[in-house]
């Protein structure tokens, strides 16, 4: 049940936004095996004076940086982690072929009792 908000800075096609969404959705799919329509997902796009980045980490970013912020549940490993990354950054250079330093990934972890998926209920207690 990953909830995932993208920022990007604004200018791209529609389509280019599409195949952030379908890349993340795979990469989900195929490391963290999220189920079958599981895609709560958003992109927020912002005009320059709106987003900022640097090289910190010896990382030479640009213009075309993203950053994504996932939230799950608190079951997962590190090493399911890891694999997210790595195939996030793969599959998003893919398609829309975003360069690996543009692909930055932040997972927070959530237990199942802070969740509420429709209703008002607490669904994953």
């Given at each position: 049940?990953?909830?995932?908000?993208?920022?990007m800075?604004?200018?791209?096609?529609?389509?280019?936004?599409?195949?952030?969404?379908?890349?993340?959705?795979?990469?989900?799919?195929?490391?963290?095996?999220?189920?079958?329509?599981?895609?709560?997902?958003?992109?927020?796009?912002?005009?320059?004076?709106?987003?900022?980045?640097?090289?910190?980490?010896?990382?030479?970013?640009?213009?075309?940086?993203?950053?994504?912020?996932?939230?799950?549940?608190?079951?997962?490993?590190?090493?399911?982690?890891?694999a997210?990354?790595?195939?996030?950054?793969?599959?998003?250079?893919?398609?829309?072929?975003?360069?690996?330093?543009?692909?930055?990934?932040?997972?927070?972890?959530?237990?199942?009792?802070?969740?509420?998926?429709?209703?008002?209920?607490?669904?994953?207690?």
């Amino acid at each position: 049940m990953p909830l995932i908000h993208i920022s990007m800075r604004a200018g791209k096609p529609a389509a280019y936004r599409q195949a952030i969404f379908d890349s993340l959705y795979r990469a989900l799919r195929e490391t963290l095996g999220v189920p079958e329509d599981d895609q709560f997902m958003t992109i927020s796009e912002h005009d320059a004076a709106n987003f900022r980045y640097g090289a910190a980490f010896g990382v030479t970013r640009s213009d075309d940086l993203v950053y994504i912020g996932i939230t799950v549940f608190n079951t997962r490993t590190a090493e399911q982690k890891k694999a997210l990354f790595r195939r996030i950054a793969e599959l998003l250079g893919e398609n829309p072929g975003i360069r690996p330093e543009n692909v930055f990934v932040v997972i927070a972890d959530a237990a199942k009792e802070n969740w509420s998926v429709g209703h008002g209920l607490q669904q994953f207690v």
